[in-house]
Every structure is written in C-alpha cells, then in structure tokens.
Nanobody, 123 residues
Framework: QVQLLESGGGLVQAGDSLRLSCAAS????????RDWFRQAPGKEREFVAR????????YYSDSAKGRFTISKDNAKNTIFLQMNNLKPEDTAVYFC????????????????WGQGTQVTVSS
C-alpha cells in the first residue's frame, strides 16, 4: 500500500560520487521526517542523513557531514542523497525510511522502509 524504492547504488572507486534516490508511492501517508540509513555486513544499521518533509531542515551523521547532501522533491514524493568523495568505509546497503514523528533515529521507530540499494566503494 505504501512502498519506498531506493535506486542509484552501484560500484564506484574511492573519491567518486553517487546520487541515491528514494521514491515513495501508494496511499497517502504521514511523513514528518525522511531519513537515509546504511548497514554494512556484521554491523548495526547506522543513521546517515535526515530531512524534514515540510520545511527541508537537514541533519547529518558525523561521517556524512561535508560529503553527503540530502534533498527532496515534494512533487515527486522523492528524497535524494548526493554522496561525494566516497570512501571504502561507505560501502553498505543504503535504506530510506519514513517516520510520522520527529524521532531519535532509532530504527525501530519508523513506519516504512525501503528494500535498500547496494553501494560498493573500492580503494
């Protein structure tokens, strides 16, 4: 009924850039924040970036600051993650997620998740 579809992942070299998209479709739903997470094998799911849907206020993890930019297109019901100067440690599956309230980045507190898109950065 509600689906989030990530796209734009791929294989890149260190220092390259990549732009991820997360398109929402289906029934109308409440969206206060839309976030990007990532998860590498054997590691916890990690918050990357957030944007508030109404006002476009952004928040970033320390690892994302200065390199990644989150943005949105309300008309297309889509968020983006522009990733510059990629590093091997950025290798992970990247997920988008939606919450109907301003939460504390706890992965358990989101209403919807996408299936993820793989980003692999070689050195």
């Amino acid at each position: 009924q509600v689906q989030l579809l990530e796209s734009g992942g791929g294989l890149v070299q260190a220092g390259d850039s990549l732009r991820l998209s997360c398109a929402a479709s289906g029934r109308t739903f409440s969206s206060v924040v839309r976030d990007w997470f990532r998860q590498a094998p054997g590691k916890e799911r990690e918050f990357v970036a957030r944007i508030t849907w109404n006002n476009g206020i952004t928040y970033y993890s320390d690892s994302a600051k200065g390199r990644f930019t989150i943005s949105k297109d309300n008309a297309k019901n889509t968020i983006f993650l522009q990733m510059n100067n990629l590093k091997p440690e950025d290798t992970a599956v990247y997920f988008c997620a939606v919450s109907s309230f301003f939460n504390d980045y706890d992965p358990r507190k989101y209403d919807y998740w996408g299936q993820g898109t793989q980003v692999t950065v070689s050195s």
